[in-house]
């Protein structure tokens, strides 16, 4: 059931399409004074404007007409300082574009207010001075993983309580503290040093641990504004999605690693070992949650040079063939990845999800839906796309794997190679067990 709301004036045009409660569409005007309600019917909508506002209109036409809907509520209390509030949750949301010009625009803006609300300015300007700080000390590696602490549950309330709890349950988190950061102690041969190791020398428990330390890693430095209208396949708008372009070139990568140690033994005995250790791997990866260290090792599995090796496959057992089986099953495009999506439904705790479903998702959503509505924005697109990153990046608040890295491993699992590399695959899977 739709219901329209309109209000034009000589300074502004507002107007709005709700849903069952939902806004629908909206104008601009419409969209950011929504943002100055303190308990709005939609409250959904609120973090999916500011997060993905810019499929739908520029984040520096967004900010403007930010600031001038401000201005335009004086005298307005509760809705200014709802305004600012959402301009925190803004900046918590996606720091990583306010930075450079537009880091100096809201830092202005901000400086050009009555102290009329301390408590909404000073907790804005420790966010920006935060980034600023940062920012000036050119150090990429650590604002990314500083950014990635905010989250959408982050306010001022939520943060006494968790003092409040942390100081009641003093003994028992030092305790817990203690024992996560103990980490496994590494299963390194004793007989190897380690400047001259090799996958043959490592128990596949080891090897699971660095795959799923690189992949986390990736994963973690991932940030929503990199998500937003599919960043990552458009040609113009790519390079604002580096943390994406790297987890799907490590993604190959790595899957050329395997496929390589697979085809580097001459004795099918030899190949037998090495994919029933690949098989243990993509196992353990599972279950600790590491869907993309899994899917990897599923490809690089049933890839054709690998796949047709028979004789080879016989000597394998037939519990790790079912275990292969059993992968590639859940891995099956079938509905739409509908077994995988049930079990990224379903995990608790660490993970590291498989990017497959959600990149489809947001490039189905970004090219199959219409950008206006009733001559509004269509804020159902941003809501749709809103609810996929935020069900993407979810894991990134569950903590870190407790595994030790090992750079001298990590090194062999992100080996580079040249050429045509399913050319060279393919001739040398022939050359070890030619066809009939």
């Given at each position: 059931m739709?219901?329209?709301?309109?209000n034009?004036s000589?300074?502004?045009?507002?107007s709005a399409?709700?849903?069952?409660?939902k806004?629908?569409?909206?104008?601009l005007d419409?969209?950011v004074k929504y943002?100055?309600?303190?308990?709005?019917q939609d409250?959904?909508?609120?973090?999916?404007?500011?997060v993905?506002h810019?499929?739908l209109v520029?984040t520096?036409?967004f900010?403007?007409?930010?600031?001038?809907i401000?201005?335009?509520?004086?005298g307005?209390?509760?809705?200014?300082?709802?305004?600012?509030?959402?301009?925190?949750l803004w900046?918590?949301?996606?720091?990583?574009i306010?930075?450079g010009?537009f880091l100096?625009?809201?830092s202005?803006?901000?400086e050009?207010?009555?102290n009329e609300?301390?408590k909404e300015?000073l907790s804005?300007n420790?966010?920006?001075?935060?980034i600023?700080g940062?920012?000036?000390?050119e150090?990429?590696?650590?604002?990314?993983?500083a950014l990635?602490?905010t989250?959408?549950t982050?306010?001022?309330?939520?943060?006494e309580?968790?003092n409040?709890k942390e100081k009641?349950n003093?003994?028992k988190?030092?305790?817990?503290r203690?024992?996560?950061n103990?980490?496994?102690?590494p299963?390194l041969p004793?007989w190897v040093?380690?400047?001259?190791i090799?996958?043959?020398d490592?128990k596949?428990?080891e090897?699971?641990?660095?795959?799923?330390?690189?992949?986390q890693s990736?994963?973690?430095?991932?940030?929503r504004?990199?998500l937003?209208?599919?960043?990552w396949?458009?040609s113009?708008l790519k390079?604002?999605?580096p943390?994406?372009l790297?987890?799907i070139s490590?993604?190959?990568?790595?899957s050329?690693?395997?496929?390589?140690w697979?085809?580097?033994?001459?004795?099918?005995?030899?190949?037998?070992?090495i994919l029933?250790?690949?098989i243990?791997i993509?196992d353990i990866c599972?279950?600790?949650?590491?869907f993309?260290?899994?899917?990897?090792?599923?490809n690089?599995?049933s890839?054709k040079p690998?796949?047709r090796?028979s004789?080879s496959?016989?000597l394998?057992?037939?519990?790790?063939?079912?275990?292969?089986?059993?992968?590639?099953e859940?891995f099956s495009?079938e509905k739409?990845?509908w077994?995988?999506r049930?079990?990224?439904d379903n995990?608790?705790?660490?993970c590291?999800?498989?990017?497959?479903?959600?990149l489809v998702d947001?490039?189905?959503?970004?090219?199959?839906?219409?950008?206006?509505?009733?001559?509004?924005f269509?804020l159902h697109?941003?809501?749709?796309?809103?609810?996929?990153?935020e069900?993407f990046?979810?894991?990134?608040?569950?903590g870190?794997y407790?595994f030790k890295t090992?750079?001298?491993i990590q090194?062999?699992?992100?080996?580079?190679f040249e050429?045509?590399?399913?050319?060279?695959?393919?001739?040398?899977?022939i050359e070890l067990e030619p066809?009939n």
């Amino acid at each position: 059931m739709e219901k329209k709301t309109s209000n034009n004036s000589s300074d502004n045009n507002e107007s709005a399409v709700f849903e069952d409660g939902k806004l629908r569409s909206a104008s601009l005007d419409f969209m950011v004074k929504y943002l100055s309600e303190a308990n709005p019917q939609d409250q959904e909508i609120t973090p999916a404007i500011l997060v993905c506002h810019s499929t739908l209109v520029e984040t520096k036409v967004f900010f403007l007409k930010f600031v001038e809907i401000y201005k335009g509520l004086s005298g307005n209390k509760e809705k200014q300082s709802t305004l600012l509030r959402n301009l925190y949750l803004w900046i918590t949301l996606t720091p990583e574009i306010f930075v450079g010009d537009f880091l100096i625009e809201t830092s202005d803006f901000i400086e050009s207010l009555d102290n009329e609300y301390p408590k909404e300015i000073l907790s804005i300007n420790e966010k920006l001075e935060f980034i600023r700080g940062i920012e000036k000390n050119e150090s990429t590696t650590v604002l990314t993983e500083a950014l990635q602490t905010t989250s959408v549950t982050e306010n001022a309330k939520q943060l006494e309580e968790e003092n409040e709890k942390e100081k009641n349950n003093k003994t028992k988190k030092k305790r817990n503290r203690r024992k996560e950061n103990q980490f496994e102690k590494p299963l390194l041969p004793r007989w190897v040093p380690l400047r001259k190791i090799t996958l043959n020398d490592l128990k596949p428990l080891e090897i699971a641990r660095q795959l799923t330390l690189l992949q986390q890693s990736i994963y973690l430095k991932i940030k929503r504004n990199e998500l937003v209208t599919a960043k990552w396949a458009k040609s113009n708008l790519k390079h604002l999605s580096p943390n994406i372009l790297k987890y799907i070139s490590k993604y190959n990568l790595i899957s050329h690693v395997f496929t390589s140690w697979i085809l580097s033994s001459r004795k099918k005995k030899n190949r037998a070992k090495i994919l029933d250790k690949c098989i243990q791997i993509m196992d353990i990866c599972f279950k600790w949650g590491d869907f993309v260290t899994t899917s990897i090792l599923k490809n690089s599995l049933s890839s054709k040079p690998i796949l047709r090796l028979s004789n080879s496959w016989d000597l394998v057992s037939e519990k790790k063939i079912q275990t292969f089986q059993r992968t590639e099953e859940m891995f099956s495009h079938e509905k739409r990845f509908w077994k995988l999506r049930t079990i990224h439904d379903n995990t608790f705790g660490k993970c590291v999800p498989f990017p497959g479903l959600y990149l489809v998702d947001l490039t189905f959503i970004t090219e199959g839906n219409p950008n206006d509505h009733l001559d509004n924005f269509n804020l159902h697109k941003i809501r749709l796309e809103y609810r996929v990153i935020e069900s993407f990046v979810c894991f990134q608040t569950q903590g870190k794997y407790n595994f030790k890295t090992i750079p001298q491993i990590q090194k062999l699992l992100e080996r580079t190679f040249e050429g045509d590399l399913e050319k060279i695959f393919y001739k040398s899977s022939i050359e070890l067990e030619p066809q009939n």
